[in-house]
């Protein structure tokens, strides 16, 4: 139940909720927040990782198993701070796309996780509903940039192609992302 005077939701959960909190996140606040409370107040979730550096802030979209995460590691390893990992949150402002962090933690298949086996000693707890590992953000990015909004500088889509083994990447131009943040 949502109370407009006050702004604040209440539900009651049961089941799966109660014994998994991520099956709670990902299937029911998120689509709250993505659906219901964000668009109120101009702000979007896209699918991907955000990552920043010397004041280049790289956004990484593409499909489930393109390799979002696992290239998020990699520059990570370069000095890049991962400021999200599933769905940094957006807003438009002057007509740049400006993106704010959403997670503390990363999620990785077992298959990142054989390919960056350093962040296992990180792993908290077993695999969530969609069988990754979690990690607190913070193990990848120390200081504060999660914590102030950042102009996209550079949009980058991954795509995973069955003879391909390593990902794909390219980039896709900024009027393409501006309308998938509009839609």
Excluded: C
Aim: proline fraction near 4%; charged fraction near 20%; glycine fraction near 8%.
């Amino acid at each position: 139940e949502y109370d407009l005077q006050s702004g604040t939701i209440r539900v009651n959960v049961g089941g799966k909720y109660q014994v998994n909190r991520q099956a709670l996140i990902s299937n029911l606040l998120r689509p709250i927040l993505q659906s219901f409370l964000l668009p109120f107040h101009n702000l979007k979730t896209l699918h991907g990782a955000l990552l920043t550096k010397n004041g280049e802030t790289l956004f990484l979209s593409g499909p489930g198993g393109a390799g979002k995460t696992t290239t998020a590691v990699q520059f990570a390893n370069s000095g890049y701070k991962v400021l999200s990992d599933d769905g940094p949150i957006f807003t438009l402002h002057n007509g740049n796309a400006l993106a704010l962090s959403s997670l503390d933690y990363l999620h990785f298949t077992e298959n990142t996780l054989n390919l960056f086996p350093e962040l296992s000693a990180y792993v908290v707890g077993q695999k969530d509903s969609r069988d990754k590992f979690a990690i607190a953000l913070r193990k990848l990015s120390t200081g504060k940039a999660w914590m102030k909004p950042h102009k996209i500088t550079r949009f980058i889509e991954l795509r995973r192609q069955a003879e391909v083994k390593h990902p794909a990447i390219k980039s896709i131009s900024k009027s393409r992302v501006l309308r998938d943040l509009l839609n």
